[in-house]
């Protein structure tokens, strides 16, 4: 059976739309077909949480909570805690020699963190790094990311094709899976939504703060009186209706679209809408968190038995790789 990985940076206790849109959704949907595994990469939350270290177990139950509730199945997922499989830092390392500075130094994402405020330390420069090893450690043929992680996977397949030809067969070459948004925009109207960006609604959200952040949303900038002819192209309000209305809904948001573009009906009413649109597709997810929520110690459960079974993969890959290298020593 063919793998998936995909991680999340515990960097908060809860999930946005983007990250569902970006990833969550098509994990749910493949781990039918999929060995699938989801690392929460404490070590990579590190990066910017150094000084908040106490927050991150918390971040991390509340986030498998989430995992739950949109779907994911711990008896078809293995959902675990990167930190508590060292093996992962161990094939780290050894991609580490195999690793120009230079082609690191290019990778986007970096940059974007630098300008973003984080600390430009060494930890923040081994991110690809580390990245490419949570990947290559569980041999995943696919890697379902938003579009700012593109390029890592792209990176991860290189640096094992690298070691491959170098020492023999041991990795399989990942390939990203972007989700039907790439990035999602954020209530602000900027390009990506982020758990740090201040814009996100989250999948925990009630409806009330969901309707407060829908109604005080950007839309189209050009557009001053409901009677001027809209964009709706680029519009994060059509963006979210498209991408989490159900197929019911869809008659309504095609005929908002033509009537915004005309200048026939109001931002209001189209938000109004979207708030409606929203709630229901949160509602099922609010309801099963609710249930999940009852039951105690139920997240502790399932994150220790999934890294005990992630542990013995990343074990016989580890032991793989140092045979192929020639360190299998007496
Ligand atoms: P942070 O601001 O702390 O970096 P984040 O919101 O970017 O948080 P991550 O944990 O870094 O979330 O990313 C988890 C996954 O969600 C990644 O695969 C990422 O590509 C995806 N993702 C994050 N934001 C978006 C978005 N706005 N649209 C689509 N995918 C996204
Ligand atoms: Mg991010």
Do not use: C
Not at 234 to 246: C, E, M, Q, R
Not at 251 to 269: M, R, S
């Amino acid at each position: 059976m063919k793998r998936i990985l995909t991680g999340d940076r515990p960097t908060a206790d809860k999930f946005h739309l983007g990250n569902y849109i970006g990833k969550l959704k098509n994990t749910v949907k493949l781990q039918d077909q999929y060995e699938t595994f989801v690392p929460l990469v404490d070590l990579h939350a590190l990066t910017t949480y150094f000084d908040q270290t106490e927050k991150l177990e918390a971040n991390m139950k509340s986030l498998g909570l989430d995992y739950l509730s949109v779907g994911l199945d711990p008896n078809k997922t293995t959902i675990f805690i990167q930190s508590k499989v060292p093996e992962i830092v161990e094939i780290a390392y050894f991609l580490s020699v195999l690793t120009p500075r230079s082609i690191i130094a290019r990778q986007p994402a970096l940059k974007e963190k630098l300008d973003a405020g984080e600390q430009d330390t060494v930890g923040l420069f081994y991110y690809p790094i580390l990245m490419a090893a949570d990947i290559l450690t569980f041999k995943a043929n696919l890697v379902p990311v938003g579009k700012d992680q593109k390029a890592h996977v792209e990176f991860a397949r290189d640096i094992a094709k690298k070691f491959n030809d170098l020492y023999g067969e041991v990795f399989i070459l990942p390939e990203p899976l972007i989700g039907e948004v790439p990035t999602l925009p954020g209530t602000d109207g900027q390009t990506k939504m982020g758990k740090s960006l201040g814009n996100a609604i989250f999948l925990t959200d009630s409806p009330e703060e969901v309707e407060k952040k829908v109604m005080s949303m950007y839309t189209d900038p050009t557009r001053i009186h409901p009677t001027d002819p809209g964009h709706v192209e680029g519009n994060p309000v059509f963006i979210y209706l498209d991408a989490f209305g159900s197929e019911a809904d869809k008659p309504q948001t095609t005929n908002y679209k033509l009537l915004y573009q005309k200048g026939q009906v109001g931002d209001i009413e189209v938000k109004k809408y979207l708030v409606k649109v929203l709630n229901n597709f949160l509602d099922p997810i609010r309801q099963r968190r609710d249930e999940l929520e009852k039951e105690p110690g139920l997240v502790e459960r399932i994150l220790k038995e999934g890294t005990e079974k992630a542990r013995i993969e990343a074990q016989k890959t580890l032991a793989e790789v140092k045979k192929a290298m020639k360190l299998d020593y007496f």
